[in-house]
């Protein structure tokens, strides 16, 4: 029966479409050099404000009914049993890493002075979770254009000492995952995949994040569906789903969502380690953990995301591709990027390397772009080894990481995000042409 | 195996063994996720609100297959206020509350040797693996040891029966305490006579009365079976 609440909070939700329409649904319209072509954005519509003040008004907070549909459409996105919401894609990473050093994966558990295998050029939170856990990074170069490992670097990189892999599909470009997963099947080791910047990319027509034993996700603004904060592990493996839902939830032994109990039926009734008989299971720790989850407030935006992913991930191939074509006659002063053999990406942007010359740098370039209101990033810490906070962490570099700090100097990328239009992508090409006539007559 | 679900469901089927026990077929309204045979559900006979907290419910293993989408089926006894609510109100076009799925009782698929002892409804978390096994055509060693009262507590004889006709190394064994044809022995289930029956590297798997779960898992650590090899769900 419908109650006076609910009345009110239809009503509610139809001020919230026409909110929607009043404050955002009108089209900015574009100038040139003066509106800012972002490099990354949010991207919305009335159903991810609909659904944020329906969760509101459940004043569930915590884990909720549109936490458990957002985890059904990402489960049912990559096919996999197990979503794990977190609060960041950082806490993802973090949760991955540190379930693979838990007591309850026996002799497979990572102890401290394991080595994983990764790469410096990248994004701190990929590194950071291995340092936390008293782990030994073991870093190996990237290739410039594809920005991921090349295989055999891979394979000569691993040792004894070696039980992880830990890699990221760099700005949505898969890396040659399945012949990653192959070696990892071959030396017995465990294999992450940091899918943040990937969400949508295909290796041999299989989603990357569906290849490693865990893969994690992040839906930070910049990337390709957002929650705000939030991020999610995904994993097909049960003893780990569950071993990251004790250490995203205090470490705790229970697995009863936020608001239940006793879902196992023994919660006063088990003998548990050197702990009293009947101790109450909700309270019983099985690992050192974190708090990490996610909000239902930020599931509900995430669950009308989703629904956008496939038209967020055309229009961001679809950007890449006029990039592309409209830059590949400065080839002779730039690397573009070049999706991996065997793969179709859902870019996060447009990597660009500046080939030595004696014209201009990569910083000249992007200043230029700057002053015309394009944004560019670099390629994150670009070597992760020069950044202070690195400095003097333990770790083992196979070969040099000759590329790694080319990248630092010389490479920046470009927005590709849904919310660039066909305007923001030709006024970025007739930059790109402004600059290099510049440079070159002079 | 998925992240657990709250569902409508509604009765198919319910079938009155005895005066206490039934079996129950439901139909999910909406997405269920993934389980493993060996997982369990929670059940409540009300309409759940999903902006409010999850009304009274009790566990029960989940019998069916987890090919078997959308479809889930459960085996109860009448123990209390709430099962006998169940036995009495549960008919088909009845709509209920479920949330699923629960648990790490998972069998090791992997394993060459797979003991799995049950006793009297217990055995429905092995139907599941059971019908996924005749499904994948699942070639490794299964021995299934049944404990039951007598003959009105033998149940899902034609599932049984199906097993041990497609599976090439399925072995069924029935203990009852009152005799019966089916019935090899005529005891209770004895755990030492199980031990010394299956392979060395065997993996153990013990659903049923708490007491009898807990009394074969201490018999086993005494024997130095690894706390690995050893799993059980148990239910007051």
Redesign the interface.
């Known amino acids: 029966m419908e109650t006076k609440a609910d009345i009110i909070r239809v009503e509610i939700l139809e001020k919230v479409k026409e909110y929607y329409l009043e404050k955002f649904g009108e089209i900015e319209t574009f100038v040139p050099g003066v509106s800012s072509i972002r490099y990354a954005g949010r991207v919305f519509n009335e159903f991810e404000l609909i659904n944020l003040v329906d969760s509101s008004l459940?004043f569930?907070l915590t884990t909720?009914?549109y936490s458990?549909e957002f985890?059904?459409k990402l489960?049912?996105f990559f096919n996999v049993?197990?979503?794990?919401l977190t609060n960041s894609g950082s806490s993802a990473n973090l949760l991955a890493i540190s379930a693979l050093c838990s007591e309850k994966l026996?002799e497979r558990k990572l102890n401290p002075g394991d080595e994983v295998i990764t790469v410096a050029a990248g994004f701190p939170s990929t590194l950071s979770p291995i340092i936390q856990n008293n782990l030994l990074p073991v870093f190996i170069d990237v290739e410039l254009g594809t920005y991921n490992v090349a295989v055999e670097r891979l394979v000569g990189a691993i040792s004894k000492k070696t039980k992880a892999i830990f890699l990221a599909h760099t700005v949505g470009n898969p890396f040659e995952v399945i012949q990653i997963q192959k070696i990892a099947k071959e030396y017995d080791l465990w294999f992450i995949e940091d899918n943040c910047d990937a969400l949508g990319s295909k290796y041999d027509k299989k989603l990357t994040g569906t290849f490693g034993h865990i893969s994690t996700i992040s839906f930070y603004p910049a990337h390709h569906i957002t929650t705000g904060e939030g991020g999610c592990v995904i994993t097909?493996d049960?003893?780990l789903?569950?071993i990251m839902k004790s250490i995203r939830d205090w470490g705790r032994d229970c697995?009863c969502?936020g608001?239940?109990s006793n879902?196992?039926?023994?919660r006063y009734?088990q003998k548990l380690g050197n702990l009293p008989l009947g101790y109450d299971h909700k309270y019983t720790y099985s690992h050192i953990g974190y708090n990490l989850k996610m909000t239902d407030l930020q599931a509900s935006i995430g669950s009308a995301q989703i629904d956008k992913i496939e038209y967020f991930i055309e229009k961001r191939k679809a950007n890449f591709i006029l990039l592309k074509k409209a830059l590949e006659q400065f080839t002779d002063f730039l690397i573009l990027p070049k999706a991996t053999p065997n793969s179709d990406p859902s870019w996060f942007c447009f990597m660009i390397t500046v080939k030595e010359n004696k014209y201009f740098t990569r910083n000249e370039l992007t200043y230029f772009l700057a002053s015309r209101k394009i944004e560019t990033r670099n390629l994150f810490a670009g070597n992760l080894l020069l950044q202070p906070a690195f400095l003097k962490i333990k770790h083992r570099i196979f070969g040099s990481l000759e590329n790694t700090n080319y990248i630092m100097e010389n490479s920046f990328f470009l927005g590709v995000y849904p919310g660039l239009k066909i305007e923001h992508i030709e006024y970025i090409i007739q930059s790109f042409n402004l600059f290099f006539s510049k440079k070159l007559i002079k | 195996m998925g992240s657990p679900v709250k569902v409508n469901a509604i009765v198919m089927e319910i079938v009155h063994h005895t005066e206490i026990l039934a079996s129950v077929k439901f139909k999910t309204i909406g997405r269920t996720p993934r389980f493993s045979p060996g997982q369990f559900l929670h059940l409540s006979l009300e309409k759940y609100d999903p902006t409010t907290i999850w009304p009274e419910s009790r566990a029960f293993s989940i019998q069916s297959s987890p090919t078997s989408v959308g479809i889930i089926e459960i085996t109860f006894s009448v123990k209390g206020t709430f099962t006998m609510k169940m036995f009495d109100i549960l008919r088909p076009g009845v709509e209920v509350s479920i949330k699923l799925p629960y648990g790490d009782f998972i069998i090791n698929q992997q394993c060459d040797n797979i003991v799995l002892i049950a006793g009297g409804t217990g055995i429905t978390p092995f139907l599941s693996f059971i019908l996924q096994c005749i499904e994948k055509k699942y070639d490794k060693n299964i021995f299934l040891y049944y404990g039951i009262r007598d003959k009105s507590c033998f149940l899902f004889k034609n599932i049984l029966d199906k097993a041990s006709e497609t599976l090439p190394n399925f072995k069924l064994k029935i203990y009852s305490e009152a005799p019966f044809p089916s019935a090899q022995r005529t005891t209770v289930l004895d755990i030492k006579e199980i031990f010394y029956e299956v392979p060395l590297e065997s993996e153990f798997y013990l659903s049923g009365p708490s007491s009898m779960v807990k009394s074969f898992h201490n018999w086993l650590i005494e024997q130095e079976v690894s706390l690995r090899k050893i799993k059980f769900d148990q239910w007051e």
């Not at chain 1, 049993?81 to 794990?84: E, G, H």
């Not at chain 1, 879902?263 to 023994?266: A, L, N, R, S």
């Open positions: 459940d569930w909720g009914r458990e985890c059904g489960e049912d049993s197990n979503a794990i026996y097909d049960l003893v789903a569950n697995y969502d608001g239940e879902t196992c039926g023994i009734k």
